[in-house]
């Protein structure tokens, strides 16, 4: 009886366990099929593969930001290089004098009232008389009379007729050389050739020469021809004014006046002898205080 109850029991049990093994490999075969969901825990996701596919790893992290050099070289201020390119260099802020205006030193134009002594004008200039196809005309070059430098005029002679020979010539036998270059009515005034004038020694800043009005004049002893003037053709004299130092005052406001006889030859005869005329010609200054 026992013997039957105890292979009972074997049976039961056997079957019981044989049951219990053919549930457990249903769902292992399911999960190599894929036919249902995965219960293993050991699935396609692993924690470790998640890591790799969905957070940036510190690779990527560094080439997809700005390193701390390169955060640096943004911020960073320009360089001294960059700063003295983009600025004026210091040359040229400095140059005020490049654009100075000249003085008046530089320019030999006085500053108005500066230095100014006298204010001279051309008053009259003589008309040559009719026939002698000559003409003679006067032009001021420099009115006014400063400490630096005074009046300056030019005479011209030209020959408007045929070839001739006329007594107007240039250097030391200009018109006016010598004894002639004081005025005439009043005296006071005399006209110098500019080369002669520079060897004269001032009195100060006045153009008058530092001598004693007692002190006598001398000139050079020579004789001069007559110029041969071709047709159209001119001669330039030119004078600087100065005061006549053997007369009183100086520089004398008034009209002062200078005339010199001219003499004319037809042909080409320097001497002169043949066929010979002459007439007078002069002009006139003002001299007027500034």
Not at 55 to 71: G, H, I, K, L
Not at 113 to 119: F, I, V
Request: hydrophobic letters at 25%.
């Amino acid at each position: 009886m026992n013997r039957r109850r105890l292979l009972r029991w074997l049976g039961v049990a056997g079957a019981g366990a044989v049951a219990g093994c053919s549930n457990q490999e249903g769902p292992a075969t399911a999960s190599s099929t894929g036919s249902g969901p995965t219960r293993s825990p050991t699935g396609t996701a692993s924690p470790t593969q998640r890591t790799a596919t969905e957070t940036p790893t510190r690779t990527e992290t560094a080439s997809d930001s700005p390193t701390a050099t390169e955060r640096e070289s943004v911020t960073e201020t320009p360089s001294e290089t960059e700063t003295a390119s983009d600025s004026p260099a210091d040359t040229d802020t400095e140059s005020p004098t490049e654009t100075e205006s000249p003085t008046a030193e530089e320019t030999g134009t006085p500053t108005p009232g500066e230095g100014l002594q006298r204010r001279i004008a051309l008053a009259s200039v003589d008309s040559v008389p009719s026939g002698y196809e000559v003409e003679m005309d006067v032009e001021l070059l420099r009115s006014r009379i400063t400490d630096a430098r005074t009046a300056h005029l030019r005479i011209t002679t030209t020959n408007t007729g045929s070839p001739r020979s006329i007594s107007v010539a240039p250097d030391d036998c200009s018109l006016l050389n010598r004894s002639k270059g004081g005025s005439d009515r009043p005296s006071g005034l005399w006209l110098h050739d500019p080369d002669t004038a520079r060897r004269i020694d001032r009195d100060g800043n006045r153009w008058e020469a530092d001598r004693d009005p007692d002190e006598g004049r001398a000139y050079a002893a020579y004789g001069c021809l007559k110029k041969e003037y071709a047709e159209g053709e001119s001669v330039s004299n030119e004078y600087v004014l100065w005061s006549d130092y053997r007369v009183e005052g100086y520089l004398e406001p008034g009209t002062y006046r200078w005339e010199e006889e001219v003499s004319v030859s037809e042909g080409d005869t320097p001497t002169g002898t043949t066929g010979e005329n002459t007439f007078m010609w002069g002009f006139s200054l003002s001299v007027s205080e500034p």
